[in-house]
């Protein structure tokens, strides 16, 4: 699977190992009574991240960077893992339906369908998966996470060669969420490198999503994003944002806090996680290493 709720997640023992992939490396927990982490980074240019292009440009440097941090498994036996890619590789959305049919294979036909206006690449042979939450106005709610296949498969590849089993697939983004409180209407801005992406959430619920690429990670270019989303969130979600949660502004974080405070006048919190702070390339591993230790 490309994605899996969390919550789903949980009834499953946790695997062996669990890793994050950014362009500037991997960042890996190897998962046990304490979590142990380490940062294998990559020569600049292995990766590129894109949606629409191949990802991995040099495969023996991130071939090599896996071997690394997967050391320790033996090959005799294949052991399960999880597998957190860069938001920007993929495409997340969220659909909304009057109906929605009880049958796996109509709710995927139907998801394909609808993807087919928004997604820049063939929906049919991608690899999909999504989760349904009900929206509160009488609509159904989808949240779908897409791929081209090719891309999720050479990400996989040098995992499976190392032994790894890449049980769960998902994205940074959506496993750092597990780091935000559920405080009512909130927004998280998550930046790594020059792509940001933004989550509203009310509650437990994923509201909207956006991940795209800047000019540069500057605040003002940050800011010329986020303005628009608090205003649609207003107009459109019945109520205006209460918090403002940071990710991956590293050392800027209190300044960027204090100018989305005034831009925004909003009360804004970095992510936080008990095992260190979530930063451009493991927030989605902290994020899923809180997830399984809440439930074990």
């Known amino acids: 699977m490309l994605l899996a709720r969390i919550q789903h997640l949980l009834k499953e023992p946790p695997p062996a190992m669990a890793f994050e ?21 990559l020569k600049p240019g292995t990766l590129e991240v894109s949606p629409l292009k191949e990802n991995v440009v040099d495969p023996d440097d991130f071939s090599a960077a896996v071997r690394s941090v997967a050391r320790a498994q033996g090959a005799r036996k294949r052991r399960d ?25 109509e709710q995927l036909a139907l998801i394909r369908f609808r993807l087919k206006r928004s997604v820049p690449f063939d929906v049919e042979s991608a690899a999909l998966s999504y989760f349904e939450q009900t929206a509160g106005n009488g609509k159904i709610e989808v949240v779908t996470c897409v791929a081209p ?3 999720v498969a050479r990400y996989e590849a040098p995992f499976r060669a190392a032994g790894m089993n890449p049980g769960l697939v998902t994205t940074s983004a959506l496993a750092a969420l ?29 509201r909207m999503v956006r991940c795209l690429e800047l000019p540069a990670g500057t605040v003002e270019d940050i ?37 989305f405070q005034d831009e925004l006048d909003v009360e804004v919190e970095p992510l936080r996680s008990a095992l260190g702070a979530p930063g451009e390339h493991n927030a989605g591993l902290l994020g899923y290493l809180r997830s399984i230790a809440r439930d074990n």
């Not at 959305?93 to 009057?98: G, Q, T």
């Not at 559920?182 to 619920?205: C, H, M, P, W």
Request: proline share 6%; net charge negative.
């Open 21 to 41: 992939i950014s362009e500037a490396g991997i960042a890996a927990a190897r998962i046990g009574s304490r979590a142990e982490m380490e940062f294998q980074p």
């Open 81 to 105: 893992a999880a597998l957190i890619l860069p938001d920007y590789s993929t495409r997340l959305a969220i659909l909304d339906f009057d109906e929605f049919p009880s049958g796996p294979e």
């Open 149 to 151: 296949l090719e891309i």
């Open 178 to 206: 597990e780091l935000a409180p559920e405080a009512g209407l909130s927004v998280v801005a998550k930046i790594s490198g020059n792509i940001l992406t933004v989550l509203v959430r009310d509650r437990a619920q994923l």
């Open 223 to 259: 800011a010329a994003v986020l303005v628009p989303t608090f205003v649609y969130v207003e107009d459109n979600l019945g109520g205006r944002p209460g918090k403002l949660f940071l990710c991956g502004f590293e050392g800027d974080t209190r300044d960027a806090a204090a100018y």
